[in-house]
């Protein structure tokens, strides 16, 4: 089991800098409250903001600084991309993976496999993302979805043993729970998170450390208690809730009193 309790929030494509400020200021001083008293707890807080807010925050002290996206290619003449060297001055993490990025910007396979890639040769951490569609989940066939999406990609990554010294973190995020308020059952996110740390034991079991599972998909400071305390359940990925100081922060605490 991973000893850390990961609480990130994805901003996605919201808040201006005036915005970003104003949450910070408040942020810094409640994670400073929460944390002068018992500065043990085994929690990592993490935030993705825009690409362009990142130098803003990048004297964060309290949490990590999580990038949304990197380059799939390490440089040159690519109008608009910012690449993991360009990234990584900045931030701890990057998300890979994530549903918008696979729909929105038809990211496929091997363009995740360069991502995670060129993430490692500039020490970003890399977050894979991966989860049904509302589709599987009816169908019935989101476990060979799921197992899909895990062997095309980190599979590849770990076959050569060039990566195995480094880290890995994976979010199951349900796509049908991604922004709609359904979020899924304590029970729904155990068994997919329970066969997804089975696929890597069995399958990259050699890799360094146990390899973190966030879930994803509508989290909130309501649900947030019953699905830390499924078993390999090791922190949130959480888009709408996190944009509010006071919500994000209450999800905080509830992670720092399981941790
Ligand atoms: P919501 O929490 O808004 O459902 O978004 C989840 C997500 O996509 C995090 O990456």
């Known amino acids: ?49 825009a690409a362009i807010h990142l130098p803003q925050l990048s004297d964060a002290t309290n949490f990590s600084l999580v990038a949304q996206n990197i380059a799939s290619e390490e440089n040159g003449a690519y109008t608009g991309e910012i690449s993991a060297s360009m990234v990584a001055e900045y931030s701890r993490y990057v ?65 050569s043993s060039v990566f195995l010294n480094q880290t890995l973190i994976v979010a199951y995020e349900p796509v049908w729970a991604i922004g709609t308020g359904k979020h899924a059952s304590p029970e729904q996110i155990s068994e997919v998170h329970d066969y997804a740390r089975n696929l890597l034991i069995d399958n990259i079991g050699n890799i360094k450390g146990s390899v973190p599972i966030l879930y994803g998909g509508s989290c909130n400071s309501q649900n947030a208690k019953s699905i830390l305390e499924q078993k390999n359940v090791n922190g949130l990925l959480i888009g709408g809730a996190s944009l509010d100081v006071d919500h994000f922060t209450k999800i905080i605490q509830i992670a720092h009193g399981l941790s």
């Not at 919201?14 to 001083?29: P, R, S, Y």
């Not at 989101?142 to 990554?157: A, G």
């Open 95 to 159: 998300l890979v993976g994530h549903s918008e990025r696979r729909m929105f910007f038809n990211e496929s396979n091997d363009i995740l496999i360069k991502k995670i890639m060129l993430a490692y040769k500039y020490n970003l951490i890399p977050i894979f993302c991966f989860g049904e569609n509302l589709e599987n989940r009816e169908k019935g066939d989101y476990l060979s979805i799921i197992k899909q999406q895990i062997e095309k990609v980190i599979f590849p990554v770990f076959s």
């Open 1 to 49: 089991m991973s000893e850390n309790i990961y609480v990130i929030g994805n901003w996605k494509m919201n808040k201006h800098l005036h915005e970003v400020t104003d949450f910070f200021d408040q942020f810094n001083i409640s994670l400073h409250d929460m944390f002068a008293s018992d500065n043990s707890a085994n929690i990592e807080i993490g935030v993705a903001p």
